[in-house]
Structures are given as structure tokens and as C-alpha cells.
């Protein structure tokens, strides 16, 4: 099944016949836009639980998150590292009607438990046409058939995921890595394919291997980062969206000497964008 926010040239073309206004919104998806990490809860919990065979696969992905917790430490990049590499053979054999069922699930269960400033801000830019607010898009390692409810769920435009090799119904477990490892040059396609003002673009991430993608636009956004995105934002005009209070979200900017300060919503967004109500946030 093709759904509306796979990037298909039909899909693509029925875009570029609409868009006036030369820009993008993009976003990673797991820890960026989404509290709980959707391709964990689907790997470990979601097929893991159920399915003892794969044990010895997710163990790695178990013993990451428990030394995660136990060193409770801020850096999660390890954790996803260790899911990404085991997933070639977490799939292989595996039913695609199985597969897709369970993403349905989990989608269903978490794929709403979203960080405040990305939800927003997504509403934000849907409220309007998308002749004037450009596209919402989605570059993400999740697999297409988890990544595509998210983004049917939440209004992107466009969701570029992982696709997983299918040979008579069943996985085989190749993939094509792109969104993976090379989130830069997928944007740089998505940028020339639509002509878009990339200084006017925005992109929102949660860690080092959103980098590529932040360091092509003119508006970057890291919610709560951790290790090297933490240090790539100290270093660069960006934005640290601290997302993880219970009262609401703060913004910061590096100042001078590289020294963190804090900034207001309006002066933390691109002119196209409408102005919204972001608690605990000065406006």
C-alpha cells in the first residue's frame, strides 16, 4: 500500500505544483519529535516480548539501554546505534503484514506522546496553506512501514524513512541506509528537488546524527541534545530547546563565548512561521 506521504514522484509532483512559499520544516522523529524512542518500544517490546527467537538479537539493544539507565547518563546515541545495527537481521524472515500490524500498534500506543515544542510548532505551520508555509517533512532512520503512521498521524507533508527489502511477503533484510547515515544528502535532494531556500528552512533534531541535517539550513533546532549536538549547537547560530520540564519548554542561544543564553519564541523563529503559545517560554 502507498500511502499520501511517501516521497512517490506523483507525490512529489502534486508538492512542487503547490508550494509558493520556497521552504521546508524538517524533523528527525525518534527522541526528536517522539518521548518514547518508537523503534525501541517496537523492536524490544512490541515483537521482542513476543517473540522468544529473537532474544539473542535484541539482547545487545537491552544490555545498551540497561547500562543507559544504570549510568544515567544523557548520551542515548549508543542505545540507538546498537538498534540500528541489529535490524537487518531483527527483520529478516519476518511477515511484512506482521510487521506493518505491529507498527499500527505502537503507533497507536505512543505515537501521540510527542515533546511539546515539535508538536507545536508542526500545528503551527499546519494551521496554514501549504502554498505559504512550505512542507513539513520527515527524515528518519525508523523504518518506512513505523515512519509513515507517524507521519500520517501528525500532518507531514513527506516522510523519508528506511525502506526494507520484501521478497514474497517476507523481509530479507536488506535496506537502503540513506536515511540512516546520510540525513545531509537526503536533504540536499529534497532541497534541490523542490528549489528551496535553504537559509530559510528549519530543521529540528535530537542528536549527533541529525548534524548533517542541521548544518544545511538556516534555522536549527536540537531538542534536548546531548553529547556532540550539544557541542555542535555551543559552536554554531542554532537553537537548544530544552523540552524536558513538566512546566513547559525553554530556549536557549550561544552567546558570547560560546556561553548558552536564553532567548524568546519570537526571536527563535523564521518569519513564515505563525507565533504560538509555548508555556513557560517568554514571548
Known sequence: MITVVRPTPERIAELK???????????????????????????LYVVGDLSPEHGAIVKPIRDALEEYERRR?????????????????????????????????????????????????????????????????????????????????????LVYSTPYEVVDGRFTGERDDRTIFHKGEVLDEIIATFKLHAQRCLAVGDSSGDIPMLERVGWAYGVNPKGKLFD????????????????????????????????????????????????????
Open 73 to 157: 547518563t544523557y548520551d542515548y546515541e549508543p542505545v540507538m546505534r546498537t538498534a540500528v545495527a541489529a535490524i537487518p537481521s531483527f527483520f529478516r524472515g519476518l511477515s511484512f503484514a506482521d510487521a506493518a500490524f505491529n507498527a499500527r500498534t505502537v503507533i497507536e500506543r505512543f505515537g501521540s506522546m510527542t515533546y511539546m515544542f515539535p508538536r507545536l510548532l508542526i500545528g503551527a505551520l499546519r494551521s496554514m496553506p501549504i502554498e505559504e508555509r512550505g512542507l513539513i517533512i520527515a527524515i528518519t532512520a525508523q523504518p518506512d512501514f513505523l515512519a509513515e503512521p507517524f507521519g500520517e498521524l501528525h500532518g507531514f507533508d
Open 232 to 283: 555542535w549547537i555551543r559552536r554554531n547560530p542554532s537553537y537548544w530547546v530544552n523540552d524536558a520540564q513538566a512546566n513547559g519548554v525553554t530556549i536557549f542561544t550561544s552567546g558570547p563565548n560560546r556561553k548558552f543564553v536564553e532567548t524568546c519564541l519570537d526571536d527563535a523563529l523564521p518569519d513564515y512561521v505563525p507565533r504560538f503559545d509555548l508555556p513557560n517560554c517568554n514571548s
Open 17 to 43: 505544483a503547490r508550494i509558493l512559499n520556497p521552504v521546508a520544516a524538517v524533523f528527525d522523529i525518534d527522541g526528536t519529535c517522539t518521548k518514547p524512542q518508537l523503534l525501541i518500544e517496537y523492536m
